[in-house]
């Protein structure tokens, strides 16, 4: 029988790792003369037993060599397992225990081996750090080294939090006295913000506004540095409420502000306790959701402390809704399913701030994108800016992908996904979980199908399925990062409302929900400008005379859309 050439021989293998290996040594120049020669040489025995192809400690014995090329002489087939400790990267996408590989793309992005840990709730754990501090609750205690790397490396994009602290070291601490809930996402960038409003004088305690957003190496190293932090990735239900809970009801210590994103430690403070509640001097809430309960509050007559909404200041609608969002939408999607955008049908449900990102994102990548939209206004923009602007019901059955952006519940329900096509991808960019209906999803006749961390499979009956990304939670914070940088001015944004707020005569704020002063955005502004070398012209005598403005600001009037 003829041996096999070269390129059937590469076709014949089947693993991709031997011939990527060989075809890369021999590029560079690493084999030897005699593995160079005819492929009559290198299937020969002895120059297999002389020269193995694989780099040390990855490479079989030459006796099995051997053996499977003489299996390839006489035209059998072979399995091959080359490289037996990293078997993990090698498991099929699709296998349904792949969320378990830490190298799987639904991993925690920052590869570290906090998802590899066994599944013993934390609660149930008795953990202390190095000076036997107790009062925490995280994954593990043990990460707190990798965590602390990466809130070092978030330090060095977020110029605004950090120049709030050199400030606080020559004034007196502006928040000295406050005991801060806060109620986030947990991540390097969080952390900065936290330490922050330590530098200014402030008490903290803190759990997750998400149940899969935490990065568990940064809540332990928050913990390892003395914080009360009660939060991991894979929370149930009861842990994410047992440990708000956790924040709010502590022996000796009471809190007197709240930093919430979503509202729900406001909610729970206010529902189980309401004397505390009345006590608190003031409220920050940055997400769209959260802002919408206040509002609602205050109708009902039930807001009984002032609350700011930062949500709508300029820097956090213009920056982080729009910026961050524009990048993160891609990384999440990319990350959790692999997919090329270019010339896929996508819906993006809203053309707020946080829909203008994502479709500004996808329609640069080549995707074809639809927008459905209740707001008029917002459709007159979407049409001009070159979008389809539909209803879902008459793109439902040919899209690739849905994301929605709305902040309101029940965007996308049972009945839109029931006529979806296979392998189409339903997510959410808004803050709440309620803009998918995911509770329909859990019904006998659909099945669950775990694909990788955050990634499920639903099955119909019919064999068709679709792909639901963090069970409707927020996906980039879920499956990715946002860029540090952006997360800064939002984090200045709210480090200098709780500021206002503590420090506020009485009087001043009445148990309403306000806006951030103009005049502090602004500031949260020109705290980031020196990072770009950026340099503001100044207004002279006439000109501020003849616009009417000050100098030093501000600028525009709070009706101004930027």
Known sequence: MARPTTSKLAHSL???????????????????????????????????????????????????????????????????????????????????????????SGASYTGSSSDEEDDVNPREKQQQNTKGFTDFCVKNIDHAAFGRREIEIAEQEMPGLMALRKRAESDKPPLQGAKIIGCTHITAQTAVLIETLVHLGASVRWAACNIYSTQNEVAAALAESGYPIFAWKGETEEDFWWAIDKCINADGWQPNMILDDGGDATHLMLK????????????????????????????????????????????????????????????????????????????????????????????????????????????????????????????????????????????????????MKTGCIVCNMGHSNTEIDVNSLRTPDLTWEKVRSQVDHIIWPDSKRIILIAEGRLVNLSCSSVPSFVVSITAVTQALALIELFNAPAGRYKQDVYLLPKKMDEYVALLHLPTFDAHLTELTDEQAKYLGLSKTGPFKPNYYRY
């Open 272 to 419: 189980r306790y309401p004397a505390l509640f009345n006590m608190v001097k003031g409220l920050v809430e940055e997400s769209v959701t959260g802002v919408h309960r206040l509002y609602q509050l205050s109708k009902s007559g039930k807001l009984t402390v002032p609350a700011m909404n930062v949500n709508d200041s300029v820097t956090k609608t213009k920056f982080d809704n729009l910026y961050s969002c524009r990048e993160s939408i891609l990384d999440a999607l990319k990350r959790t399913t692999d997919i090329m955008f270019g010339g896929k049908q996508i819906l993006v449900c809203g053309y707020g701030e946080v829909g203008k990102g994502v479709t500004s994102a996808l329609k640069g990548l080549g995707a074809i994108v639809n927008v459905s939209e209740i707001d008029p206004i917002c459709a007159l923009q979407a049409s001009m800016d070159g979008y389809r602007v539909v209803r879902i019901e008459e793109v439902v059955k040919n899209i690739d992908v849905a994301i929605t952006c709305t902040g309101n519940k029940n965007v996308i329900t049972r009945a839109h996904m029931d006529r």
């Open 14 to 104: 089947k693993t991709p790792g031997l011939w990527t290996v060989y075809e890369q040594e021999q590029s560079e120049g690493q084999v030897s003369d005699h593995r160079q020669s005819s492929s009559a040489n290198m299937l020969s025995s002895s120059s297999l037993q002389m020269q193995p192809m694989l780099s040390r400690g990855r490479r079989p014995s030459a006796a099995v060599i051997e053996a499977d090329f003489a299996a390839l002489r006489e035209g059998k087939d072979i399995k091959l397992n080359l490289m037996p400790n990293r078997a993990t990267r090698l498991r099929g996408r699709s296998s349904s225990d792949a969320s378990n590989d830490s190298y799987s």
